[in-house]
């Protein structure tokens, strides 16, 4: 075996050697772009959003106190990032309710929408008592459906400020009393040169994917540029989506995602799936190859 033979078939399956990725994940950036570099991949950085607190911790304090004091049967988790919102506003503002917000935590029934909350909870030392069948509102209110929910209090954790409509509506109409909490929301990241630094490198197929990991991404790449600026540089790469809900974000703009894990909806699922989904750049005669992966946006 040549020495060239050797070291490509010491290399895993899962390099994304010579391959270049833009994510746009926030809060966990760093986790991320680590990830992808160890399969080999540039990583390119734009972090579309950021997540901030609730500019008035009022509502989310007076939700708190409520919470605290038995005020609900079940609780909902959209997102993991919610329920560590929660608990750090707590501690910063009213840290003598620490106690009563975790024994209540535990006392309440606990459903969460993915995995992420499910891991916020574990932080915490508990688990969801109650799964979604699939991460999106849809598979929510399937899990819920068969439920007698009449006369329940129910807190909503909201996934930023986005009310969830179809789910509050849900759930009142089943007889529950809804109390929804909004504990942080989405601001700008990236200022807008650096979107049209991306779009222009997308348009130019200098990168072979970008993965969005929250619809608030989405939204923002789109309404920072026209929707046939931002079409046209996704049909020129490979776009990753971390779960449904991101999938259908990017249908409802008449995009794709061609890469989307089939299960675990989280950043490690991720990137295993891009590395499945485009492996090692390929060279040929000195210049680059895409080798003979699928041409992006097909």
Request: aromatic share 4%; net charge positive.
């Amino acid at each position: 075996m040549s020495a060239a033979s050797a070291a490509g078939s010491a290399r895993p399956p899962s390099s994304l050697l010579g391959r270049t990725i833009a994510i746009a994940e926030t809060r966990e950036l760093d986790l991320f772009a680590a990830l992808l570099a160890r399969s080999g991949a540039q990583v390119l950085r734009y972090p579309l959003v950021r997540m901030i607190d609730a500019p008035d911790p009022a509502p989310v304090l007076d939700w708190l106190a409520r919470f605290c004091d038995g005020g609900c049967d079940d609780l909902v988790l959209l997102t993991g990032e919610g329920l560590r919102r929660l608990h750090t506003c707590l501690r910063r503002h009213v840290p003598a309710l620490e106690p009563r917000f975790l024994a209540a935590l535990s006392a309440v029934r606990k459903i969460t929408r993915g995995p992420k909350p499910a891991r916020a909870l574990h932080e915490l030392g508990l688990a969801p008592d109650l799964v979604a069948l699939r991460p999106t509102t849809d598979g929510l209110i399937e899990t819920l459906q068969p439920l007698p929910l009449a006369g329940r209090r129910i807190g909503v954790q909201l996934y930023g400020e986005d009310p969830d409509r179809p789910l509050q509506q849900f759930l009142t109409s089943a007889g529950a009393h809804v109390l929804p909490v909004a504990p942080y929301r989405y601001a700008d990241g990236a200022d807008m040169p650096a979107v049209g630094e991306l779009l222009a490198k997308m348009g130019e197929g200098r990168v072979d994917a970008i993965a969005f990991t929250s619809s608030a991404q989405v939204e923002r790449l789109f309404r920072t540029a026209g929707a046939a600026e931002v079409l046209a540089a996704l049909a020129r790469t490979h776009v990753a989506a971390v779960g449904p809900v991101v999938a259908a974000a990017l249908a409802s703009r008449g995009a794709s995602a061609q890469v989307l894990p089939q299960k675990g909806w989280s950043l490690k699922p991720l990137a295993r799936a891009l590395a499945e989904a485009l492996g090692p750049a390929t060279r040929t005669c000195g210049a680059e190859s895409r080798g003979t992966d699928r041409a992006p946006g097909d």
